[in-house]
């Protein structure tokens, strides 16, 4: 599904317009990735919760070359679903 797909989908279930709604859907993402940027969980009831994790430094190594590098901490995002999400999931 895309943004657009959201967008379509949610405008014709709602009284909103489709501006309307993709301004909605902007404001709700980048809301997200706002309070992922400050290191706040971000959690949805009944969908799951994204959290930053923090990856260390580590040294990769080139199989073609057997070069080793260090490669730079980074942050990650992680999902976890909510368990309501995994029943449904399964059950189909």
Do not use: C, W, Y
């Not at 994204?50 to 580590?58: D, I, L, M, T, W």
């Not at 070069?67 to 368990?83: A, M, S």
């Amino acid at each position: 599904m895309t943004t657009k797909d959201l967008v379509n989908r949610t405008a014709a279930t709602t009284a909103f317009n489709k501006e309307q709604t993709a301004s909605l859907v902007e404001i709700a993402t980048q809301s997200i990735v706002e309070e992922l940027l400050n290191g706040n969980n971000v959690q949805i009831q009944k969908f799951g919760t994204f959290e930053v994790r923090k990856k260390n430094e580590r040294v990769t190594v080139n199989p073609r070359t057997n070069v080793r590098t260090l490669t730079p901490p980074k942050l990650q995002i992680n999902f976890k679903q909510h368990t309501a999400l995994k029943e449904t999931l399964k059950d189909n």
